[in-house]
């Protein structure tokens, strides 16, 4: 359905309404329509500016008729802003940040229908020809646009635009993003400081180059040797991994010791830090006789497989790439990691994954991916122009070994030091992270919050809240999601500390079923978390689970 109605059909209808009536009432209103049309299809004309497009977009439920403009940054940065009519515009600016690879457009309506500016790219490629990855293959001007430049040059570029339309600068400009989201946000905090005034990222991965890797090494222990550290099973023998019940007696193993740590049972685990869960220990009584798998117990290389995603990739002398998926992640293995009937076999992170060695590992790309992710059987052709080079033949080796130094240099976003974003422009940062999400891991994000507080601030953390605050979330899965309270307006409590000096103290998350909450309670602000100072002896009745039974300490 076309989202546009151009300045040529505006000034039809004018000419109708004009002819047709002497009402002066619709004179008038005929007039404010082709003024607004004018307005908005004036900016094609923009000269600084490579435009396409520009015209008035209908309203259409709860979101109002806006200007609608589509442009190009060269040599592929394809950018669109959502331009609030004047009288509905907040005078603030927005960059909705990305997921995956992006490669598309993405529109936000709700931040419109709030009067927000907003806009968003396509990172410098189109997924609809260049899907995965495959965009950086030998192209390494379309890496950096992923990597950081196609975020600032389309806020620089939609800044212009609203300048142009509303005559005056926004008064305030923020970024909202979650996971290839909030990666740009970390960015856009570290290499362009002066962009926003607020910055909210989640689920942030930050360290791209370790996080894939480590997806491929999770995927090395289930896949390999026909799938025996696999945690999904073949119930009737017809090749088809179709049951996931061992990572559902997995589960409730790791709740049974660690969701009380918190002095409650609520199917959340407060803090996967302070227990001490041991797959070999924990689940000696459901280890397979004779070590033959089995649907109900564990073989052997499936306890390894466990160990692997719990305690984190490394190489083959042992040293650590990346820290492990927190315990009480688990309701999110069969979709993100499980090789099973019910993903086709294609876990979410190896679809991710899987031609990351292939196009943004390595300086010199080695080859493209063989036509199938999860056959390990097909034969590989390595004569070809270009070479098949498959996931499975990745080395760990080569992360310690420095062979993705450059593609980091361009991809990850570590630098700890924000302190040009934070102090020298007064910004502020919140992040948050759900312990339940198990395609990025979280621990590493608490990790470089504290490098945050010792090298921007000199370990002072009270000074790095006055800026610069983290929100760990139990139980919720990949930005949003799983079993405890995952749902709040990420945006609004950044613009009331921006705007009113106001620091959230807590934010309010709550959880759903089927559409009525269940659960609400506080989040707090690193290192703090909430305990339950409720009415005594009632902490696991549900009907307490409420906001103003949970204190932050």
């Not at 936000?108 to 990855?133: C, F, I, K, M, W």
């Not at 293959?137 to 609203?162: C, M, P, Q, S, W």
């Not at 360290?207 to 025996?228: G, P, S, T, Y």
């Not at 010199?364 to 052709?381: A, I």
Request: with cysteine; glycine share 10%.
């Amino acid at each position: 359905m076309e989202r546009l109605r151009y300045s040529a059909m505006a000034s039809l209808v004018v000419f109708l309404i004009l002819a047709g009536s002497n009402d002066l009432a619709a004179q008038n209103a005929a007039l404010n329509v082709s003024e607004k049309s004018r307005a908005c299809a004036a900016l094609a004309g923009i000269r600084n500016l490579t435009i396409l497009s520009a015209g008035l977009a209908p309203a259409k439920d709860a979101t109002p008729e806006y200007c609608y403009v589509r442009g190009l940054i060269q040599p592929a940065i394809h950018f669109h802003v959502q331009l609030p009519l004047p009288q509905n515009w907040n005078s603030r600016f927005l960059y909705m940040g990305d997921g995956g690879m992006d490669g598309d457009l993405d529109f936000a309506d709700e931040r419109l229908a709030q009067g927000y500016a907003v806009a968003n790219s396509n990172n410098g490629h189109d997924n609809g020809v260049t899907p995965g990855a495959s965009f950086g293959f030998n192209n390494r001007e379309a890496e950096i646009d992923y990597g950081h430049r196609a975020l600032h040059l389309t806020v620089l570029a939609a800044k212009t635009l609203a300048k142009d339309y509303y005559g005056r600068d926004p008064s305030y400009s923020y970024h909202e993003g979650c996971s290839s989201g909030g990666r740009q946000g970390f960015m856009a905090a570290q290499r362009y400081p002066y962009d926003f005034d607020g910055i909210v990222a989640g689920h942030a991965p930050f360290l791209l180059q370790q996080r894939n890797a480590a997806n491929l090494d999770i995927m090395q222990h289930l896949f390999r040797d026909d799938f025996a550290g696999n945690l999904a099973f073949d119930t009737n023998g017809d090749g088809e991994f179709d049951s996931v019940k061992k990572v559902d007696i997995l589960r409730e193993a790791v709740l049974a010791k660690c969701d009380a740590s918190d002095g409650i049972r609520d199917g959340v685990i407060q803090n996967p830090l302070v227990c001490r869960f041991d797959p070999k220990a924990d689940l000696a009584g459901r280890m397979c006789p004779g070590n033959v798998n089995g649907e109900a117990c564990f073989t052997t290389a499936q306890i390894a497989s466990i160990q692997a995603i719990y305690g984190g990739a490394r190489d083959s002398k042992g040293a650590l790439i990346l820290k492990g998926r927190a315990l009480g992640s688990e309701f999110a293995w069969p979709a993100d990691l499980i090789p099973y009937a019910g993903n086709k076999m294609l876990p979410g992170e190896l679809r991710f994954s899987g031609d990351h060695m292939n196009y943004l590992f390595y300086e010199n790309d080695p080859g493209v991916p063989p036509p199938s992710l999860h056959d390990l059987s097909q034969k590989l052709s390595k004569t070809a122009n270009p070479p098949e080079v498959a996931w499975w033949e990745f080395s760990m080796d080569d992360v310690t070994a420095g062979k993705g130094k450059l593609m980091s240099s361009i991809l990850d976003a570590k630098d700890p030091d924000l302190g040009r974003f934070l102090k020298s422009n007064h910004g502020k940062l919140i992040v948050y992270h759900g312990w339940g999400d198990a395609q990025i891991p979280t621990e590493p994000v608490i990790d470089y919050y504290n490098d945050v507080v010792q090298t921007t601030f000199g370990g002072d953390m009270t000074a790095a809240h006055a800026a610069a605050r983290l929100f760990m979330v139990p139980g919720m899965g990949h930005c949003r999601g799983g079993p405890g309270p995952n749902t709040w307006d990420k945006l609004e409590p950044l613009v009331d500390w921006v705007e009113n000096g106001k620091a959230p103290d807590f934010l309010v998350a709550t959880h759903a079923t089927d559409g009525k909450v269940d659960n609400a309670r506080k989040l707090c602000p690193y290192p703090q978390q909430a305990l339950y100072t409720g009415p005594a002896g009632g902490e696991n009745d549900r009907a307490n689970w409420v906001e103003g039974n949970f204190t932050c300490r």
